[in-house]
């Protein structure tokens, strides 16, 4: 979730807040139903000792998303879309980045860490079922359907050795499987927040021709 607050001298620019909403989500690579703009207009501002049109733009999101090489870009790209859309020049804008950690922002009643933690219990429990499946095939695999009388052990002894290969490979697999799902727990949290919270990546054109 972005949240955005615009705080301006100018007059009512209520048009402006659906063009400046789905600006910040195509910053932040957001759908629009991910971002919150409050706009307080005809505010008394004295901008560098002048009472002439200016504004003060505080962006919050997750620490994650307000990091300093982001925030060099951002700063320019928001800045040049405000001009556009207020024709307040830049030298006449103060921006600043807040970042929020994910425990102190919520909505719909659960923190971003909850969410995250759900998401996360999600696909532990998804991994656990695959684990069992691939553990269940391997003893079906090894659990021979009939015992061979003892003149079939000495005259086929290859066919024993495939059928141990076989469930030795299962058993294989599914540890493969067991130590490949460990191994992905360090990068899991961040897959996490990239698939609740982003959607595609979005290039760094002209501000104005997105809105």
Same mark, same amino acid.
């Given at each position: 979730?972005?949240? /955005?607050?615009? +705080?301006? %001298?100018?007059?009512?620019? !209520?048009?402006? $807040?659906?063009?400046?909403?789905?600006?910040?989500? =195509? @910053?932040?690579?957001?759908?629009?139903?991910?971002?919150?703009?409050?706009?307080?207009?005809?505010?008394?501002?004295?901008?560098?000792?002048?009472?002439?049109?200016?504004?003060?733009?505080?962006?919050?999101?997750?620490?994650?998303?307000?990091?300093? /090489?982001?925030? +060099?870009? %951002?700063?320019?790209?928001? !800045?040049?879309? $405000?001009?556009?859309?207020?024709?307040?020049?830049? =030298? @006449?804008?103060?921006?600043?980045?807040?970042?929020?950690?994910?425990?102190?922002?919520?909505?719909?009643?659960?923190?971003?860490?909850?969410?995250?933690?759900?998401?996360?219990?999600?696909?532990?429990?998804?991994?656990?079922?695959?684990?069992?499946?691939?553990?269940?095939?391997?003893?079906?695999?090894?659990?021979?359907?009939?015992?061979?009388?003892?003149?079939?052990?000495?005259?086929?002894?290859?066919?024993?050795?495939?059928?141990?290969?076989?469930?030795s490979n299962a058993r294989i697999q599914a540890g493969d499987a067991e130590?490949?799902?460990?191994?992905?727990?360090?990068?899991?949290?961040?897959?996490?927040?990239?698939?609740?919270?982003?959607?595609?990546?979005?290039?760094?054109?002209?501000?104005?021709?997105?809105?």
């Amino acid at each position: 979730m972005i949240y /955005a607050e615009l +705080k301006t %001298n100018i007059e009512n620019q !209520q048009h402006f $807040l659906t063009t400046l909403s789905n600006h910040l989500a =195509a @910053r932040y690579n957001r759908h629009p139903s991910s971002t919150v703009v409050s706009l307080h207009h005809s505010q008394g501002l004295l901008f560098g000792g002048s009472p002439g049109p200016a504004y003060v733009l505080a962006v919050m999101a997750l620490a994650c998303e307000v990091q300093p /090489a982001t925030n +060099k870009r %951002n700063a320019a790209v928001l !800045q040049k879309h $405000l001009e556009v859309m207020l024709g307040v020049p830049s =030298a @006449r804008g103060m921006v600043y980045f807040v970042p929020v950690a994910e425990e102190w922002l919520a909505w719909g009643g659960v923190t971003v860490t909850g969410r995250i933690a759900e998401a996360v219990a999600g696909v532990e429990g998804k991994e656990v079922q695959d684990r069992r499946r691939l553990k269940s095939l391997s003893l079906r695999r090894s659990t021979p359907a009939e015992v061979p009388s003892p003149s079939s052990q000495s005259t086929s002894p290859s066919k024993n050795q495939k059928g141990a290969s076989e469930s030795s490979n299962a058993r294989i697999q599914a540890g493969d499987a067991e130590t490949e799902g460990n191994g992905r727990g360090v990068r899991k949290k961040k897959s996490i927040i990239h698939t609740l919270f982003r959607t595609s990546r979005v290039d760094d054109g002209d501000p104005g021709s997105q809105g």
